[in-house]
């Protein structure tokens, strides 16, 4: 069954303390990964697609990485303003896009 | 370029009544999605749905919920004889196809009283 996984659930970091978040994918032949910020009352803003294993985008102080198993959204000098919830999701093999529970990310000043 | 458009941003139902949520995709997208999210929660898929098809709707529950994309017009999620388990946010996402990125529209915040 195709299956979307991220850790940790909850991550609390300082200003300034960079870290990483993951997500893990079972998926029949990957045709793209997606990440996305949410913040709450709002809907989730497109980030990010990976296509292919050892592809990279970057936007400000985040860099997305992909595997063949898993994606890694990396958080340079996070600022308070990067608090929010990170989901990421791919294309299942019945072509619905199937999202991760999502890491909730608080940056304290 | 206009972005999903959802409407009403927020809607009060008393039970038994009916809820209509309508969802204008971005334009040029044909691949519709409804995700259901109840607070402190993540998305849950509800139904997949190209032009005048109903592509996945493994989500959604069989009764009181149904799901339309019209050839022309906005897609219309309604829910009959709403329930207080029913309040949540709805939020609708489209993409250019099955493959690529989906962008969300600002959700409907449904409750139930």
């Known amino acids: 069954e195709d299956q979307v996984t991220q850790s940790p659930e909850a991550l609390r970091l300082q200003e300034g303390e960079s870290s990483s978040l993951n997500c893990s994918y079972t998926?029949?032949?990957?045709?793209?990964l997606f990440w996305y910020r949410q913040d709450p009352g709002k809907g989730p803003e497109f980030l990010f697609t990976?296509?292919?294993a050892g592809e990279e985008k970057e936007k400000e102080r985040l860099k997305a990485t992909l595997t063949k198993k898993e994606s890694f959204l990396h958080i340079t000098a996070p600022k308070p303003e990067d608090s929010a919830t990170y989901l990421c999701?791919?294309?299942?093999?019945?072509?619905?896009?199937?999202f991760g529970p999502g890491t909730s990310l608080s940056v304290i000043p | 370029n206009a972005g999903v458009m959802q409407n009403p941003r927020h809607l009060v139902r008393r039970r038994g009544q009916e809820a209509r949520l309508r969802c204008s995709p971005m334009?040029?997208?044909?691949?519709v999605y409804w995700y259901r999210q109840l607070p402190e929660e993540g998305l849950k898929f509800m139904v997949y749905?190209?032009?005048?098809?109903?592509?996945?709707e493994s989500g959604m529950p069989k009764e009181r919920f149904s799901a339309e994309f019209p050839k022309e017009g906005p897609s219309i999620l309604r829910i009959q004889q709403v329930v207080r388990g029913d309040s949540a946010a709805y939020f609708c996402?489209?993409?250019?196809?099955?493959?690529?990125?989906?962008?969300f529209g600002q959700g409907t915040r449904l409750t139930v009283v």
């Open positions: 996402a489209s993409s250019l196809t099955g493959n690529t990125e989906a962008f």
């Open positions: 990976l296509y292919s």
């Open positions: 334009k040029g997208h044909s691949h």
């Open positions: 999701a791919v294309p299942s093999s019945r072509d619905k896009v199937i």
């Open positions: 998926v029949s032949g990957l045709r793209g």
């Open positions: 749905l190209q032009k005048e098809n109903i592509i996945d």
